[in-house]
């Protein structure tokens, strides 16, 4: 890793920016930068690309399976 500002949480690869009350990070996910961004600040793609952490936001949305149907909202 190319500084100690990334740490893993829940599975995914965070750049913090700051943390809650409760310890829980928070900031960008490493699949919300661009390829090239990362390749700048020094960390290795291709492992980050092999360890599934480059995928897309909007595939994890796509994966909901729909949990939030708009049934669900109460209002």
Do not use: K
């Not at 100690?4 to 920016?17: A, F, M, N, R, Y």
């Not at 390829?35 to 600040?41: F, N, Q, T, V």
Request: glycine letters at 12%.
């Amino acid at each position: 890793m190319a500084d100690d500002s990334w740490i893993e949480w829940g599975g995914e690869l965070i750049w913090v920016v700051g943390f809650t009350s409760g310890g829980a990070p928070y900031g960008l996910r490493v699949c919300d930068f661009d390829r090239a961004d990362l390749e700048a600040m020094g960390l290795d793609v291709a492992a980050l690309e092999d360890a599934g952490q480059l995928s897309t936001a909007e595939s994890s949305i796509e994966e909901s399976n729909g949990w939030l149907c708009d049934d669900d909202a109460p209002f």
